[in-house]
């Protein structure tokens, strides 16, 4: 049976903040007889006095200031809740589930978001790093909002934008004895520097070699895509990386960078959603945000160009 309710509690706090009843019942708009009847009811209810009555108002006893402190933080966390609420209703709060491949979260997604987050405050974003074929899955069964994924994949039924170009290379020791334009068969003969086995450009790379009847010759897995150019500036092994790091790196580095002979070296990625229509409106608020990141990468090539 419940004891008490938020009117209960903001008629206490009110109390013993104003610490006279006829006070507290002109700030609650009531009379002071059914002021008094509700604090009453609520001591009845758990058998405990809550205030002491003074011949200049009242006072709390222990028990009340016990009960006040927990009376205050529940009314916090009510108000804390009706603003996180009608913030996630007017989309300016919630967070958004995003799925991407390994090149893209660490390339494009940290100067693609950072603006955006920087302007919403109250939207957050989980990136998870999954490969294409799982990311169109997991977008079907409504397991996340937005998906980047390589045009390979099977988007049938996804809603879908050209993002930008995701392209792989190689790089070798400034003294290895590879040269250009190298075939994956070639790649795979030489002992490799890699990330982590479940992330998704290992898993990529892993089915290729299996499409081949090989298996990848990992030396050493690192964290990120600066650890392995290190390592392979250290001549301890090669490694597949995006364009866009090995020119980033390679900068500080000494390591050569080679084209991979190969279809799959250079994809265009996709933005994908369910339904464009039924995002939350924050995670729509994204999507726009990506999109118009498309158009300003776009122009910037063309100024290159």
């Given at each position: 049976?419940?004891k008490f309710?938020?009117?209960?509690?903001k008629?206490?706090?009110?109390a013993?903040?104003?610490?006279?009843?006829s006070?507290?019942?002109?700030?609650n708009n009531?009379v002071?007889?059914?002021l008094s009847?509700?604090?009453?009811?609520?001591?009845?209810?758990?058998?405990?006095?809550?205030?002491?009555?003074?011949?200049?108002?009242?006072?709390?006893?222990?028990?009340?200031?016990?009960?006040?402190r927990?009376?205050?933080?529940?009314l916090d966390d009510?108000?804390?809740?009706e603003?996180n609420?009608?913030?996630?209703a007017?989309?300016?709060?919630?967070t958004?589930?995003?799925l991407?491949?390994?090149n893209m979260?660490?390339?494009?997604m940290p100067?693609?978001?950072?603006?955006?987050?920087?302007?919403h405050?109250d939207?957050?974003?989980?990136?998870?790093?999954?490969?294409?074929?799982?990311?169109?899955?997991?977008?079907?069964?409504?397991?996340?909002?937005i998906?980047?994924v390589?045009?390979?994949?099977?988007?049938?039924?996804?809603?879908?934008?050209?993002?930008v170009?995701?392209?792989?290379?190689?790089?070798?020791?400034?003294?290895?004895?590879l040269?250009?334009?190298?075939?994956?068969s070639?790649?795979?003969?030489?002992?490799?520097?890699?990330?982590?086995?479940?992330v998704?450009?290992?898993?990529?790379?892993r089915?290729?070699?299996?499409?081949?009847?090989r298996?990848?010759?990992?030396r050493?897995?690192?964290?990120n895509?600066?650890?392995?150019?290190?390592?392979?500036e250290?001549?301890v092994g090669?490694?597949?990386?995006?364009?866009?790091?090995?020119?980033?790196?390679?900068?500080?580095?000494?390591?050569?960078?080679?084209?991979?002979?190969?279809?799959?070296?250079?994809?265009?990625?996709?933005?994908?959603?369910?339904?464009r229509?039924h995002?939350?409106?924050?995670?729509a608020?994204?999507?726009?945000?990506?999109?118009?990141y498309?158009?300003?990468?776009?122009?910037?090539?063309?100024?290159?160009?």
């Amino acid at each position: 049976m419940q004891k008490f309710d938020f009117t209960d509690l903001k008629i206490f706090v009110s109390a013993l903040d104003r610490g006279s009843l006829s006070a507290a019942a002109e700030e609650n708009n009531l009379v002071v007889a059914a002021l008094s009847t509700r604090l009453k009811r609520l001591e009845r209810a758990f058998n405990l006095i809550f205030f002491e009555r003074t011949g200049r108002g009242i006072r709390p006893t222990l028990a009340g200031h016990m009960f006040a402190r927990h009376a205050r933080t529940i009314l916090d966390d009510a108000r804390k809740l009706e603003v996180n609420l009608e913030a996630f209703a007017e989309g300016r709060s919630g967070t958004v589930r995003v799925l991407s491949n390994t090149n893209m979260l660490s390339e494009h997604m940290p100067q693609a978001l950072a603006p955006f987050l920087k302007d919403h405050p109250d939207i957050f974003v989980s990136m998870i790093d999954k490969p294409s074929h799982e990311v169109v899955n997991l977008l079907r069964n409504g397991d996340a909002d937005i998906g980047v994924v390589a045009a390979s994949a099977d988007m049938s039924g996804l809603e879908r934008w050209k993002f930008v170009r995701d392209r792989l290379v190689l790089i070798v020791p400034a003294l290895s004895p590879l040269s250009e334009a190298t075939r994956f068969s070639t790649i795979l003969d030489y002992p490799l520097i890699s990330l982590p086995e479940k992330v998704a450009l290992s898993q990529f790379l892993r089915r290729q070699a299996n499409e081949l009847g090989r298996r990848p010759n990992v030396r050493l897995r690192c964290e990120n895509f600066e650890s392995m150019s290190r390592m392979v500036e250290r001549g301890v092994g090669i490694g597949i990386v995006p364009q866009s790091a090995a020119l980033r790196y390679g900068l500080a580095m000494n390591f050569r960078v080679l084209q991979i002979d190969e279809p799959w070296a250079e994809r265009e990625l996709y933005l994908c959603v369910r339904n464009r229509s039924h995002l939350p409106s924050y995670a729509a608020n994204l999507l726009d945000h990506l999109l118009a990141y498309v158009e300003l990468v776009q122009c910037q090539d063309m100024k290159v160009l």
